[in-house]
């Protein structure tokens, strides 16, 4: 089975080999003032993991930096933040790696061009691979065509998301629906888990849900802030963007609803479990 990644901008990962070891590096940007990327910055950092044999990537390196403009107590603390996003957007992705990362402060201009191309290019992360294993050949892969990952040739089969012998007030949790840190951005390794989940909503017609999101890391009752509206009502503004994913593909908005759980049902397992989103059968209407 082969895994279609489309990503619309263009990365090159370019390779570096030392006398020992083999170095791939690839940057994201950030946009003026902002700790979290863009969703399309982060399908570049996505593809960038996916391209790399884990197995031969004890570490991962996370240089961040700003532009400028600011103080430079401001510029170090921001470039902070921006690696540590980076560093929780790759243990969500690839839990196995360890991730060192780092806040480098401000790059000046150099006057030597357009100082907002220069900026632009300062507000940048960089993260470097170093292989403990030499590659058999330099790497260089453009990615503004379909990437196509090879899955394993057998594939243990799942039980479906929703059986046929669900009953009302159920709880089902949904594997791999992950969110920017902060924000009510789906991760794009989510939406293989929201077309499951669509597909069997189609198919399924008796079932109505309830969507409920839930948070991690903060006092019991509280709702998180949402960096990109500044309200706190993250584990809303969650439920509501898988409501938003069904509805846009073809679920009836009848059969749904959504609900923030805040941090009120903790599993005492870990963070990433905490940041859950589950579905509630609400109705079960037989034709």
Do not use: W
Request: charged share 25%.
């Amino acid at each position: 089975m082969r895994l279609l990644l489309l990503v619309s901008l263009l990365i090159t990962l370019f390779a570096v080999i030392p006398s020992s070891a083999q170095t791939l590096t690839a940057s994201v940007f950030f946009e003026s003032n902002h700790s979290s990327l863009s969703p399309e910055q982060q399908a570049k950092l996505l593809t960038f993991l996916k391209s790399l044999d884990t197995a031969k990537v004890p570490q991962l390196r996370v240089s961040a930096y700003c532009d400028d403009r600011g103080s430079d107590a401001f510029n170090s603390a921001l470039s902070l933040k921006r690696a540590g996003f980076i560093k929780q957007a790759i243990g969500t992705a690839f839990p196995d790696i360890t991730v060192e990362a780092e806040g480098k402060g401000e790059i000046g201009l150099t006057n030597t061009g357009n100082p907002d191309t220069e900026r632009s290019h300062n507000r940048r992360a960089e993260i470097r691979a170093v292989y403990t294993a030499k590659l058999q050949t330099p790497i260089q892969i453009p990615l503004e065509k379909p990437l196509v990952m090879e899955e394993p040739a057998t594939v243990e089969k799942k039980a479906p998301i929703i059986s046929n012998e669900q009953k009302v007030g159920d709880k089902i949790t949904l594997e791999n629906i992950l969110f920017a840190g902060g924000r009510h951005i789906l991760l794009p390794e989510s939406y293989e888990s929201l077309e499951n989940l669509k597909n069997v909503l189609l198919e399924k017609q008796k079932y109505h849900i309830m969507i409920l999101g839930h948070i991690c890391c903060i006092r019991t009752g509280e709702d998180g802030m949402d960096f990109d509206t500044g309200i706190k009502n993250l584990s809303v503004a969650r439920a509501k963007a898988v409501y938003n994913y069904l509805v846009q593909n073809g679920v009836s908005p009848d059969r749904l609803s959504y609900k923030g759980m805040r941090a009120n049902y903790p599993t005492g397992k870990s963070d990433r479990e905490d940041r859950r989103v589950e579905i509630e059968i609400t109705k079960i209407v037989e034709k």
